[in-house]
């Protein structure tokens, strides 16, 4: 596991800021934060490069064309767990992958444009890997919320 960044108050007041709106200037955020915009630079490449947090454009997967929008809580054979993440992961349906702890071990969202890609995908791709038991499928029919702005842990 990758050691764990350090924050301080700034590194965490710049993430809440961030976290609401991705597309401040430099110059904006160190008005905003009192300090120096090679300051708010600085912590920028550290954060990023740290893999704290990434800066992305997060769309809507059903108002961008998306029919299916999905989860899939998966049972594997945990002496397998390698093998099956690393076939996960080369399925570009899949957008999400965690680990879990709990009755299921893996799980996963997807984004898929049709039930033919969503039958593809369960049938043809997920089910056929070796170590995988079992999968239970839900399908979102509504995003109800969808935030990314819960601060940090810190301050």
């Given at each position: 596991?990758?050691?764990?960044?350090?924050?301080?108050?700034?590194?965490?007041?710049?993430?809440?800021?961030?976290?609401?709106?991705?597309?401040?200037?430099?110059?904006?955020?160190?008005?905003?934060?009192?300090?120096?915009?090679?300051?708010?630079?600085?912590?920028?490449?550290?954060?990023?490069?740290?893999?704290?947090?990434?800066?992305?454009?997060?769309?809507?997967?059903?108002?961008?064309?998306?029919?299916?929008?999905?989860?899939?809580?998966?049972?594997?054979?945990?002496?397998?767990?390698?093998?099956?993440?690393?076939?996960?992961?080369?399925?570009?349906?899949?957008?999400?992958?965690?680990?879990?702890?709990g009755s299921m071990?893996?799980?996963?969202?997807?984004?898929?444009?049709?039930?033919?890609?969503?039958?593809?995908?369960?049938?043809?791709?997920?089910n056929k890997i070796?170590?995988?038991?079992?999968?239970?499928?839900?399908?979102?029919?509504?995003i109800v919320k969808?935030?990314?702005?819960?601060?940090?842990?810190?301050?």
């Amino acid at each position: 596991m990758k050691k764990k960044t350090k924050l301080d108050e700034l590194d965490c007041r710049l993430t809440k800021i961030l976290q609401k709106d991705g597309r401040k200037s430099n110059t904006a955020l160190a008005k905003e934060l009192g300090v120096t915009e090679s300051t708010v630079r600085s912590r920028l490449k550290r954060l990023l490069s740290d893999g704290v947090f990434r800066i992305v454009a997060v769309g809507n997967p059903i108002k961008l064309g998306f029919e299916i929008v999905g989860n899939l809580k998966i049972k594997i054979n945990i002496k397998k767990k390698d093998e099956v993440l690393a076939e996960l992961k080369k399925i570009d349906a899949l957008h999400y992958i965690a680990l879990t702890a709990g009755s299921m071990d893996v799980d996963v969202d997807f984004i898929v444009k049709s039930l033919d890609e969503l039958h593809q995908l369960l049938f043809e791709k997920v089910n056929k890997i070796e170590g995988i038991i079992s999968t239970e499928t839900s399908l979102i029919t509504e995003i109800v919320k969808d935030s990314d702005d819960w601060g940090t842990a810190w301050y």
